[in-house]
T-cell receptor, first 108, second 112 residues
Framework: RKEVEQDPGPFNVPEGATVAFNCTYSNSASQSFFWYRQDCRKEPKLLMSVYSSGNEDGRFTAQLNRASQYISLLIRDSKLSDSATYLCVVTLRNQFYFGTGTSLTVIP | DGGITQSPKYLFRKEGQNVTLSCEQNLNHDAMYWYRQDPGQGLRLIYYSQIVNDFQKGDIAEGYSVSREKKESFPLTVTSAQKNPTAFYLC???????????FGPGTRLLVL
């Protein structure tokens, strides 16, 4: 059983659209949660941490639902530059567990 | 500039050869990590180190070895025992275990 599960997509959305990704985790003891962004053939880069109270950074909103064990990422007003793979990450017992990523393509 | 560097960007390995991938960080981070990424798969942990002169096996350590003689450096050796080494190798560091991880640009290893 994987620690983290993501819908791989791909998600193809028009510019300006709102898109949401979900990610589920299997262990209720998971402690910290993150979203990373990975461009093609590049390293993952931290997009944002996810807090229980939810947090927003510009067009990006992340939420955590501990009861249902999922985290979400909402992107509003999509830009062409948002095209990338988005990785969900949880930590458990000092280790990071990465989802396989959700691919997003924003279409002009 | 502070950051994590990995070299080389591309590496070719012949059958039966050991190769070493370099990872250096000047962020003064205690923890360092090595991951492997294959197409369509998530990152898988090879080894991690919480502090100098200490390291632990991750989920897929077989066929790999590491050392942590200096805080700044965490080289990974891909030995001939690793039968399927072709992958994208990513090094990361964090201020402490479970702290936010920051990645180097990666090394692509190909087998000739």
């Amino acid at each position: 059983r994987k620690e983290v599960e993501q819908d791989p997509g791909p998600f193809n959305v028009p510019e300006g659209a709102t898109v949401a990704f979900n990610c589920t985790y299997s262990n209720s003891a998971s402690q910290s949660f993150f979203w990373y962004r990975q461009d093609c053939r590049k390293e993952p880069k931290l997009l944002m941490s996810v807090y229980s109270s939810g947090n927003e950074d510009g067009r990006f909103t992340a939420q955590l639902n501990r009861a249902s064990q999922y985290i979400s990422l909402l992107i509003r007003d999509s830009k062409l530059s948002d095209s990338a793979t988005y990785l969900c990450v949880v930590t458990l017992r000092n280790q990071f567990y990465f989802g396989t990523g959700t691919s997003l393509t924003v279409i002009p | 500039d502070g950051g994590i560097t990995q070299s080389p960007k591309y590496l070719f390995r012949k059958e039966g050869q050991n190769v070493t991938l370099s990872c250096e960080q000047n962020l003064n981070h205690d923890a360092m990590y090595w991951y492997r990424q294959d197409p369509g798969q998530g990152l898988r942990l090879i080894y991690y180190s919480q502090i100098v002169n200490d390291f632990q096996k991750g989920d897929i350590a077989e066929g790999y070895s590491v050392s942590r003689e200096k805080k700044e450096s965490f080289p990974l050796t891909v030995t001939s025992a690793q039968k399927n080494p072709t992958a994208f190798y990513l090094c990361a560091s964090s201020p402490r275990l479970e702290g936010t991880q920051y990645f180097g640009p990666g090394t692509r290893l190909l087998v000739l």
